[in-house]
């Protein structure tokens, strides 16, 4: 029997209830393909800072490098946000990120035809809509030199890149393309900002290594529109730290809700952070109320890429996918529709995953 090590980070707010959630899917998983998974859990962001005063303890990052691939719920919340707090729970997962060297962060726009209905946008913008951002993860305006306020009147943050960071970003995007349409959107700001004419260059640079992949570039403004405009002209979305952080929510208005966007932090092994696009929702915490729908894809994608099972993973998906038709968190019930909590809709995953539905719809198009 085969054994992987997981590492499970809950984090903070609803991030303990999607983690346990996407739990019982890998644990099904693991069943059903006679695999055995180890969990370990261990505390960072708020959490951590509460129990051990530092977002990301010493041995959380230590488990993390021993397993094979870790998953984590959210971090955050109203108690850790004094702007003058020395430590922020937000330090954890970027310091993960880095220390990791998790440079690529993979972000696919999910797309339910059974949710189409909840979107403020025209169905004729939605057809064909299949959308997947690469986002710089360890670079750019969140890791250059920075000074805090302190006693002076000015504060700052550099948007700094190098050649390397971009072009091992860029790598990815164009591999990315060659599994899906063959384009990449390079998004910048090469109008205005130096650091963005570099990132341009090299782009183009990485681009004639990939002559049957077609390469664009915009500016991220006008893409911001072009996303809810025409997003099904875009492929691979290729973007910075920041403008991919930004893009990437707004992107999830084309899946219906931020519930539902999963997303995987690779690097050059096989070693990833797979964690939900959304963030910690303090309001809805304890509940029993939160989509656990981006905890279970972010499964799916720690199943196909630091563990190779590719057919397991899109079993999930296909599961997730004809759960929704019938069964709906708050956030994506319609008016009037009686909505489930988080273990129900576990239950409703589990569910088909013992019973595959006949006729499986598209679910995340994690490559
Ligand atoms: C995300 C989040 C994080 C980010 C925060 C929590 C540090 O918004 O993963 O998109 O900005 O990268
Ligand atoms: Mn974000």
Redesign the pocket.
């Given at each position: 029997m085969k054994t992987y090590r997981i590492a499970l980070l809950p984090g903070d707010g609803i991030g303990p209830e999607v983690v346990g959630g996407a739990r019982r899917v890998l644990e099904a998983v693991a069943d059903r393909a006679d695999l055995d998974f180890r969990y370990e859990v261990a505390a960072v962001g708020g959490a951590a800072i509460d129990a051990y005063g530092s977002p990301l303890p010493a041995p959380t990052l230590e488990l993390c490098r021993f397993c094979d691939a870790v998953l984590l719920g959210a971090?955050?919340g109203p108690q850790w946000s004094d702007p003058s707090a020395s430590v922020r729970p937000?330090q954890g997962?970027?310091s993960l990120r880095r220390e990791l060297g998790l440079f690529a962060n993979l972000r696919p726009i999910p797309v339910f035809p059974e949710l189409q209905g909840l979107i403020p946008l025209r169905p004729e913008v939605l057809a064909g809509v299949d959308l997947l951002v690469v986002r710089e993860l360890t670079g750019g305006l969140y890791f250059g030199p920075r000074k805090e306020q302190g006693a002076d009147s000015d504060a700052w943050d550099t948007l700094l890149y190098c050649e390397a960071e971009v072009e091992r970003v860029a790598r990815v995007a164009f591999t990315a393309a060659r599994g899906r349409r063959r384009r990449v959107t390079s998004v910048d700001k090469a109008n205005v900002l130096a650091s963005m004419r570099l990132w341009r260059r090299v782009v183009e640079r990485v681009a004639s290594e990939f002559p049957d992949v077609e390469l664009e570039h915009r500016l991220v403004d006008s893409c911001a529109m072009d996303l809810v405009r025409q997003p099904a002209g875009i492929d691979v979305l290729l973007a910075g730290n920041l403008f991919g952080?930004i893009l990437s929510d707004l992107a999830a208005v084309l899946a219906g809700s931020l519930g539902l966007l999963p997303s995987a932090s690779l690097g050059e092994g096989s070693l990833g952070l797979y964690e939900p696009?959304h963030?910690s929702a303090p309001d809805l915490a304890e509940l029993g109320v939160a989509n656990p729908v981006a905890a279970v894809l972010s499964s799916a994608m720690l199943l196909r890429h630091s563990l190779d099972l590719d057919d397991e993973a899109r079993d999930v998906e296909i599961a997730v996918s004809a759960a929704l038709a019938t069964h709906r968190t708050a956030d994506v019930a319609a008016a009037g529709e009686t909505a489930i909590g988080t273990s129900e809709m576990i239950d409703a995953i589990l569910h088909q995953l013992d019973h595959p539905a006949p006729i499986p719809s598209r679910a995340g198009q994690g490559k």
């Open positions: 971090v955050g937000e997962l970027l952080d696009v963030g």
